[in-house]
């Protein structure tokens, strides 16, 4: 009796917490925000983190970012999930305002493309007169070239240079990444391959990786950035009024000299509106210091022992989601276990063979189906929900119910045999007997559900899909790790990584010591 008091008790506490968490997560839901996508290159380079905190402060909102390359960020403009785009790709942000889902295009700023490749140029680029020919000796060499295959605006300018090349990208050295353009800077560097950035990007990483720039100034490379507010007419949803303060906001003087002025070890990223520089003097690329990963081992554990505001944030949003998703689910999957264990029906069997088999569900599986229901244009796109801390508490739920209600069934089935004829000679009730064998199987249960939140916490593809890895929102220690590894910080990557892994020991140690004190 003692026992099955004290798993009551339980879970009342679950759901106070429960009840806790959903108050905070409707508490902290921004009342005006504003919701931009911008491209790899604008978040990589970190211009835009020193832009927009001004615009947040001077009119007391939050900007929502989402970072996706050009042709998706129109693409979430179509669909009225975002309010304005910031993208790099002319001819499409033409098509997006024919087509009537954005208004009129702001220029911005302006940087150029380059091709990078090892330093000694094996397939001499350098020597080409123009971007035809310098990319005829790159098909031609037999050396390895990285596309962003992403659709973003760097992969645009790409296919528009093959095309005005005469030349088909293809071959065994020709590969296409998809992913953002610090991780193919970082493939290309570790391949020794060539590869097309844009010039901000490239300043970013320079220090971190052993290629140069070797073909430039081909005033086809030329690279605009221009803000769009998407059209109200087709979204009535989309805050335009804020949408226009935002444009106004980075076209202004402010954020021009803002631009103007922002350097990356003394070198210009950006320039604002249509400057045009013809010609941008290139330094030589710091060598790699040996210790590099060390120094990032040292610089992740002064994040942590430093109490990092952001770090912990990160941390904070990631358990948040988690635990609320598990509760959740257990309140689902832990009564739904013990129901299907204890009773034969017909059906049983098949059930199993689909629990089984969503158990193994790859989490960008669950985030594509979801978005396509939580998108603006989906079923539940009235509700707002995509790209909130709501729709990935959503996600995981669905990804560890499974999970979570299969092994509740496999602890209940793996009880004393003789624990169904004892239950009956009393003339226990079914929910007598129910708890029962939960208090019997109390450890196992308790493992399935630590099981559950560990793959939700160490899940990344629903987090990134449904949440958009906005900043101080939605952003979790899967995405941010992703995230910052492509923008080159590995420090702050590092310090995720051993945070996660705190997590993971915390919750096992929490786990013993409860099975210790019960015993």
């Not at 390359?69 to 179509?78: D, F, I, K, N, P």
């Not at 123009?130 to 031609?140: G, T, V």
């Not at 490379?221 to 009535?236: D, F, G, R, T």
């Not at 803002?258 to 604002?272: A, T």
Request: aromatic share 10%; hydrophobic share 45%.
């Amino acid at each position: 009796m003692f026992i099955i008091i004290r798993m009551m008790r339980i879970f009342q506490k679950l759901n106070i917490i429960l009840a806790l968490c959903f108050f905070f997560t409707l508490v902290n839901a921004e009342t005006n925000t504003l919701r931009l996508a911008i491209t790899h290159t604008t978040e990589n380079s970190g211009l835009m983190s020193r832009i927009n905190p001004v615009f947040e402060n001077d009119n007391n909102v939050k900007i929502n970012v989402i970072t996706v390359g050009s042709g998706q960020a129109l693409r979430l403009g179509e669909q009225g999930d975002v309010d304005v785009v910031l993208t790099h790709a002319p001819e499409d942000e033409k098509q997006f305002i024919e087509s009537g889902y954005g208004l009129k295009r702001y220029p911005v700023m302006h940087n150029d493309f380059v091709v990078v490749g090892p330093k000694n140029d094996p397939a001499r680029i350098k020597q080409a007169e123009s971007l035809p020919e310098a990319f005829s000796h790159l098909i031609h060499s037999g050396n390895k070239f990285i596309s962003r295959g992403d659709d973003s605006g760097t992969h645009k300018k790409e296919l528009a240079i093959w095309k005005k090349s005469n030349l088909k990208s293809e071959g065994d050295g020709y590969i296409k990444a998809g992913i953002g353009m610090g991780l193919v800077l970082l493939l290309a560097d570790e391949e020794q391959a060539y590869t097309l950035t844009d010039r901000g990007t490239y300043l970013a990483f320079k220090n971190r990786i052993n290629l140069d720039i070797q073909f430039q100034g081909d005033p086809f490379l030329h690279n605009p950035y221009h803000v769009i507010a998407v059209n109200p007419e087709k979204h009535k949803h989309a805050n335009f009024e804020l949408a226009e303060k935002y444009i106004d906001f980075i076209t202004g003087e402010k954020v021009q000299k803002l631009i103007n002025d922002y350097k990356f070890f003394g070198e210009q990223l950006f320039y604002p509106e249509l400057l045009i520089e013809n010609v941008i003097k290139e330094n030589e690329t710091a060598e790699h210091g040996k210790s590099f990963f060390l120094d990032a081992i040292v610089s992740s554990f002064n994040l942590i022992i430093n109490f990092d505001r952001s770090l912990f944030f990160v941390v904070w949003t990631s358990l948040k989601v988690s635990l609320i998703a598990v509760l959740i689910a257990v309140l689902f999957s832990l009564p739904l276990g013990v129901l299907v264990a204890l009773n034969n029906f017909k059906g049983k069997d098949f059930l199993s063979a689909c629990l089984n088999t969503l158990m193994a569900l790859p989490t960008v599986v669950v985030g594509l189906l979801l978005y396509g229901v939580l998108n603006r244009q989906g079923v539940f796109g009235d509700l707002g929900l995509l790209y909130t801390p709501t729709a990935m508490v959503i996600g995981q739920c669905v990804l560890i119910v499974p999970i979570i209600w299969n092994l509740c069934i496999s602890a209940v089935n793996s009880a004393d045999p003789r624990l169904a004829r004892t239950c009956t000679s009393l003339g226990a009730s079914y929910f007598q007997r129910s708890i029962i064998y939960m208090s019997e199987v109390r450890f196992a249960l308790i493992a399935a559900v630590v099981t559950g939140f560990g793959r939700a916490i160490g899940e990344v593809g629903i987090a990134m899909m449904l949440g958009g890895n906005i900043d101080g929102y939605t952003r979790t220690m899967t995405t941010a790790i992703a995230l910052e590894t492509s923008k080159g910080e590995f420090e702050f990557a590092l310090a995720l990584g051993f945070m996660l892994l705190l997590v993971a020991f915390i919750v096992n140690a929490m786990l013993q010591q409860f099975q210790t004190k019960i015993k």
